[in-house]
């Protein structure tokens, strides 16, 4: 358990992001406070699996291509393509097929399964409909890697 | 911490300095954060935002509910894969409903009978509650 954290993400700030969506209406007391924790857990998952890339590339900065790379390669992150669609790819070419990736484990916190090899997907969505933006639906026990 | 008039609710995102120091609490000592790629993880976390509730929104709907309840986003959590998340969130959950239970409990001993007064006090300021009241009401009717 991580509970070290001395910030807090503004939970009214939180309850109006949710509103935006215009099929959100009540809300109750509780849910965005849920909610915080919830994304500091996110924040928190999506921080640790980038830096991964971050020392696997030699580099001592967080990048976005790093960010890009992890969202890429984890099904739970699926709901996150379109967000980095734009940013540059992470071999610097488009497409790169030829990248060799950690394989996406379907486990939730890891990612410890190294050592298979497949062509990571160029811009385009993967295969399998994962084409989720915000219905990510039981990520869980899909693999959607193409493996040679 | 004044709401200032927004132009658009649209360009709701979360506030760049308290992202910065969460940032900064949960990176490792020997990796730096670049600054758009602060900025892509607000995206992110935004869009995490607007994924949880959506879904929370369906479950809820789904049972005919109209308000999302805790229940709806733990639910939304399971079926999106957060499932990991569960646990903590959870906990959460429990202080929450601890704190509610106290602020009650507070509520209730403002009442008399937790005042401290004795009831002669409370009879004089009932006395005097009502000859107040009654004042008031003769001013009303003029």
Known sequence: ?148 | MSDTERGNDDDLSLPKATVQKLINEMMPDDIACAKDTRDLLIECCVEFIHLLASEANEICEKETKKTIAAEHVITALKALGFDGYLPEVEVVLQDHKTQQKVKDKDKRSGRLEFSGKSEEELLLEQTRLFAEAKERQQTQQH
């Open chain 1, 1 to 148: 358990m991580r509970k070290k954290y001395k910030t807090k993400f503004p939970v009214a700030r939180i309850k109006k992001i949710m509103q935006m969506d215009e099929d959100v209406g009540k809300v109750a007391q509780a849910t965005p406070i849920l909610i915080s924790k919830a994304l500091e857990l996110f924040m928190q998952s999506l921080i640790d699996e980038a830096c991964m890339e971050t020392r696997a590339k030699n580099a001592k900065r967080l990048t976005a291509a790093h960010l890009k790379k992890t969202i890429l390669d984890k099904d739970q992150f699926d709901f996150l393509r379109d967000i980095v669609e734009n940013v540059a790819d992470p071999q610097g070419a488009s497409g790169g097929a030829d990248e060799n990736s950690v394989s996406s484990d379907t486990k939730m916190e890891e990612d410890d399964d190294a050592g298979e090899s497949s062509s990571a997907p160029p811009k385009t969505r993967a295969p399998k409909g994962e084409g989720k933006r915000r219905k990510a639906r039981n990520a869980v026990k899909e693999e959607d890697e193409d493996y040679d």
